[in-house]
């Protein structure tokens, strides 16, 4: 086989990424995973993962991350740990520029996940680290004891808030609407916490700072009464952005800027597949993400039968 030149790509080392290359790794197929950081994506800043199909106790973001790297090179499946620079995926053979290397392959599995949105207020990112976090289980335990709030009404930010429950003195939600969008199963577990106070239809109007984050103004959107939080540490659980930068102009995206892929996983270039959290889905779980990777490696190695014909 010619130096750098394998018959898949795939670039992101999430759940996605790494079922991809284990499916097609067995299948027969030589395949080069590139990332990054580590394996696992935002998989692998989640403590405890407790929806994960085989694991009745729960696992470790990070651990099952490293399991799914082990079981894709026990196939012959390789990992770079490089950022992708720049890609073209509409020919025949894709070439995808890291700092280090050129890599070409005539399939190649989009694999990149989502980032977590931003508020947008002046501070944020200067603050980030600093009071601002974006990812309850990496941060909180630098707040044991001291008073926090979260920012959001999806599954993450009542998660976040019951973990930082635990740890913290006083925890606020702070929900744009009047009624969560978290699944029921976190609704009476939220309303038990007895240091759990929920601000409705309330959103963050500044941050409140110096050498680090010392509060925040929330304004009451129905009523305009704005009221001044004393914190130690804010945590933004608001959404994702899918990470397609690097495609657009390319690959096909939605006006959120996510990969236009059904639930055969391809996109709009032959050869090339979308996984996980960067294409449309109605549910953005591990285990989507993991079916998304075997589901490409099936029509990755249908692709490259009919290239060979």
Known sequence: MERNVFDTIIIGGGPGGYTAALYAARAGFSALVLEKLSPG???????????????????????????????????????????????????????????????????????????????GLPGERELRGRGVSYCATCDGMFYRGKTVAVVGGGNTAA????????????????????????????????????????LWDSQVTELLYGETLTGAKVRHKKTGETRELSLDGLFLAVGQLPNTQLFQGQVELDAAGCVVADETTRTNLPGVFAVGDLRQKPLRQVVTAAADGAVAAHFLEEYLSQRQQ
């Not at 082990?70 to 520029?97: C, H, I, N, S, Y």
């Not at 998660?159 to 635990?166: F, I, P």
């Open 159 to 198: 998660a976040d808030v019951l973990y930082l429950s635990r740890l913290c003195e006083k925890v606020y939600l702070i929900h744009r609407r009047d009624q969560l969008r978290a699944s029921r199963v976190y609704l009476e577990p939220l309303k038990q916490a007895e240091n759990v106070e929920i």
């Open 41 to 119: 994506g935002q998989m692998a800043t989640t403590d405890q993962i407790d929806n994960y199909p085989g694991f009745p106790q729960g696992v470790n973001g990070f651990e099952l991350a490293l399991e799914m790297q082990k079981g894709a090179q026990r196939f012959g499946a390789q990992t770079e740990l490089a950022e992708v620079l720049r890609v073209d995926l509409r020919g025949p053979m894709k070439e995808v520029v890291t700092q280090k290397e050129t890599y070409r392959a005539p399939t190649v599995v989009l694999a990149t996940g989502a980032s977590p949105r931003e508020l």
